[in-house]
């Protein structure tokens, strides 16, 4: 079985470019987080979606940040303007109907912005 | 808020030693308590969950005591090997559709 898939697992950009990270969660799970990890704050939830529809934004940073998802096999996080203090590994996780609980990751994507 | 506190922020055990990695939580909704663990360059996996009826689940060389009244759990790895070296996150959630709050992590190194 395909797991979580993330997509790019590198982005190297500029300051002031748009970034977008895209995830394909498993297939029959219908809840969706977006995490990001760095040395100083560890993982951080950014935001999680149920049955498509967000949740909870309240990680996302600052309107810099936005994620969609258009329908249950596909989402995007995007930053736009990005800024060297994004740079992150950034995780797409997603989960069985009915629980978070268990929670299957992504691979990641590692951003860096210069 | 940090509502999840972790430590220590790194460990080094010998080979065939103890590890052992502690949790303390704030919020007495919580009601599921796993531990994830994650290797270089990938995602962290579920390792081993625990509910609040119970105070001890083991799974192996795997085992979380968790202590209700303290609000503290931690995770004991018996026999740790070199491939238990990793970084290990505790989190906690109200269980059903709530999100997990992870800790900040432990970087478990286990050295010959």
């Known amino acids: 079985d395909a797991g979580v898939i993330q997509s790019p697992r590198h982005e190297v950009t500029e300051m002031g470019q748009e970034v977008t990270l895209r995830c394909k969660p498993i297939s029959g799970h219908n809840s969706l987080f977006w995490y990001r990890q760095t040395m100083m704050r560890g993982l951080e939830l950014l935001i999680y979606f149920n049955n498509n529809v967000p949740i909870d934004d309240s990680g996302m940073p600052e309107d810099r940040f936005s994620a969609k998802m258009p329908n249950a096999s596909f989402s995007t996080l995007k930053i736009q303007p990005s800024e060297p203090r994004d740079s992150a590994v950034y995780f797409c996780?997603?989960?069985?109907?009915?629980?978070?609980?268990?929670?299957?990751f992504g691979p990641g994507t590692r951003l860096t912005v210069l | 808020q940090q509502q999840v506190k972790q430590s220590p922020q790194s460990l080094i055990v010998q080979k065939g030693g103890i590890s052992i990695i502690n949790c303390a939580y704030e919020?007495?909704?919580?009601?599921?308590f796993p531990w994830y663990q994650q290797f270089p360059g990938k995602g962290p996996a579920l390792l081993i969950a625990?509910?609040?009826?119970?105070s001890e689940k083991k799974e192996g060389r795997f085992t979380i005591s968790f202590n209700k009244s303290a609000k503290q759990f931690s995770l004991h790895i018996m026999d740790s090997q070199p491939g238990d070296s990793a970084t290990y996150f505790c989190a906690a959630s109200k269980g059903g559709n709530e999100k997990l709050t992870f800790g900040t992590g432990t970087r478990l190194t286990i050295i010959p």
């Open positions: 996780a997603s989960s069985l109907p009915g629980t978070t609980d268990t929670q299957y």
């Open positions: 625990i509910r609040p009826d119970v």
């Open positions: 919020n007495t909704a919580f009601d599921y």
